[in-house]
């Protein structure tokens, strides 16, 4: 969007239910009873996973969901008749033992007779190698919505068909296009990176390989992931709330599609780069990678794509035949 057309919206530090955007530096606990009742269209959150992050104490696993659990009942509260809940999760790891936090939340939002619309598989291409086990390379997110009526604006998020020239061959439509001009479904396998490192690293050497929206956040949306759901969930000035807004990616990917953002969060040190996000994007020098860009494919004549001379020898043959081909 041309930043002349952005107006440039005040940024309360309480709720008011005519304001924008707001953001409220504290925690969630303390700030939720602000929100009036059923007033949020969308609630879309990465909670603090209990991994012992710079910004969390590790408690049992049971004492973690139990506090949980009362958060989500007053979220539940926030939420409008035709609202959506985003809940995106990774594992919990103990002992070397893996622990699916989709899986151990499903019966806190059941048990609130929310309903799952889809359990959407984030996938992304890079990591840590583990040892032990099969490396992670994909997290969820949990939609659910409160009732049977709810907000999907699917034509705002179609994306390209691989086959646009497909066609019916039999049937009474034999011989017109099967697909949809206005692109197809985007599937529950949503393929975003967190890092945008492929493209930085291989095609402009002596970058960092940072993806353009980094900040010192340990575990930040990217913005794109939030968006998705925004325009697909809500409609515009409909409110959108992130409980645990880290760096403020969830209230960027409102506020750039007209939708008024609320977030909340406990360090503020986050809270301050939030607000300096927020400002940057008003002032059109945000940097965030767009809805939609493909993933980087590589050719396989990068250098980094080369196999070392010094594992010239250890290589096993299956692996140096099936170069070039990238999972
Ligand atoms: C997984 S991160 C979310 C990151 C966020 N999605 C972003 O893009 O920056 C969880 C965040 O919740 C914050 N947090 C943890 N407990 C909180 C609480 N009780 N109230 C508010 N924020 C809290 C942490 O400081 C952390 O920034």
């Given at each position: 969007?041309n930043?002349l057309?952005r107006?440039?919206?005040?940024?309360?530090?309480?709720?008011?239910?005519?304001?924008?955007?707001v953001?409220?530096?504290?925690?969630?606990?303390?700030?939720?009873?602000?929100?009036?009742?059923?007033?949020?269209?969308?609630?879309?959150?990465?909670?603090?996973?209990?991994?012992?992050k710079e910004?969390?104490?590790?408690?049992?696993?049971?004492?973690?969901?139990?506090?949980?659990?009362?958060?989500?009942?007053?979220?539940?509260?926030?939420?409008?008749?035709?609202?959506?809940?985003?809940?995106?999760?990774?594992?919990?790891?103990?002992?070397?033992?893996?622990?699916?936090?989709?899986?151990?939340?499903?019966?806190?939002?059941?048990?609130?007779?929310m309903?799952?619309?889809?359990r959407?598989?984030?996938k992304?291409?890079?990591?840590l190698?583990?040892?032990?086990?099969?490396?992670?390379?994909?997290?969820?997110?949990?939609?659910?919505?409160?009732?049977?009526?709810?907000?999907?604006?699917?034509?705002?998020?179609?994306?390209?068909?691989?086959?646009?020239?497909?066609?019916?061959?039999?049937?009474?439509n034999k011989?017109?296009?099967?697909?949809?001009?206005l692109?197809?479904?985007?599937?529950?396998?949503?393929?975003?990176?967190?890092?945008?490192?492929?493209?930085?690293?291989?095609d402009?050497?002596?970058?960092?390989s940072?993806?353009?929206?980094?900040?010192?956040?340990?575990?930040?949306?990217?913005?794109?992931?939030?968006?998705?759901?925004v325009?697909?969930?809500?409609?515009?000035?409909?409110?959108?709330?992130?409980?645990y807004?880290?760096?403020?990616?969830?209230?960027?990917?409102?506020?750039?599609?007209?939708?008024?953002?609320?977030g909340?969060?406990?360090?503020s040190?986050?809270?301050?780069i939030?607000?300096?996000?927020?400002?940057?994007?008003f002032?059109?020098?945000?940097?965030?990678?767009?809805?939609?860009?493909?993933?980087?494919?590589?050719?396989?004549?990068?250098?980094?794509?080369?196999?070392?001379d010094e594992?010239?020898?250890?290589?096993?043959?299956?692996?140096?035949?099936?170069?070039g081909?990238?999972?």
């Amino acid at each position: 969007m041309n930043n002349l057309f952005r107006s440039v919206k005040p940024v309360e530090t309480n709720f008011k239910p005519d304001a924008s955007i707001v953001v409220f530096s504290g925690a969630v606990e303390e700030f939720i009873a602000q929100i009036p009742d059923r007033s949020i269209a969308l609630v879309i959150t990465s909670p603090p996973y209990n991994l012992g992050k710079e910004y969390e104490d590790r408690v049992s696993i049971e004492e973690y969901l139990q506090s949980q659990s009362r958060l989500i009942a007053q979220l539940y509260r926030v939420l409008r008749e035709n609202g959506s809940l985003c809940w995106q999760v990774g594992n919990f790891v103990e002992k070397g033992e893996v622990y699916p936090l989709d899986i151990l939340y499903y019966p806190i939002f059941k048990a609130l007779g929310m309903q799952l619309r889809n359990r959407i598989i984030w996938k992304f291409g890079h990591g840590l190698h583990a040892a032990k086990r099969f490396s992670g390379r994909y997290e969820t997110i949990l939609w659910f919505t409160k009732s049977d009526e709810y907000v999907f604006n699917l034509d705002a998020v179609r994306v390209p068909a691989k086959y646009p020239g497909k066609r019916h061959f039999k049937g009474p439509n034999k011989g017109k296009p099967s697909g949809n001009p206005l692109g197809k479904n985007p599937s529950d396998v949503w393929e975003i990176v967190v890092q945008d490192w492929d493209e930085l690293v291989w095609d402009i050497p002596n970058v960092k390989s940072n993806h353009p929206e980094k900040t010192i956040h340990p575990c930040q949306f990217p913005i794109e992931l939030v968006e998705r759901c925004v325009l697909a969930l809500t409609n515009e000035d409909d409110w959108v709330f992130d409980p645990y807004m880290g760096v403020g990616s969830a209230l960027i990917a409102a506020i750039m599609h007209n939708r008024r953002a609320v977030g909340c969060e406990k360090e503020s040190a986050y809270v301050e780069i939030a607000r300096q996000r927020i400002t940057s994007y008003f002032n059109g020098t945000l940097r965030y990678r767009p809805l939609g860009k493909p993933v980087y494919q590589p050719t396989g004549r990068e250098r980094v794509a080369q196999i070392p001379d010094e594992w010239k020898e250890a290589m096993p043959t299956r692996l140096v035949e099936r170069k070039g081909e990238y999972e």
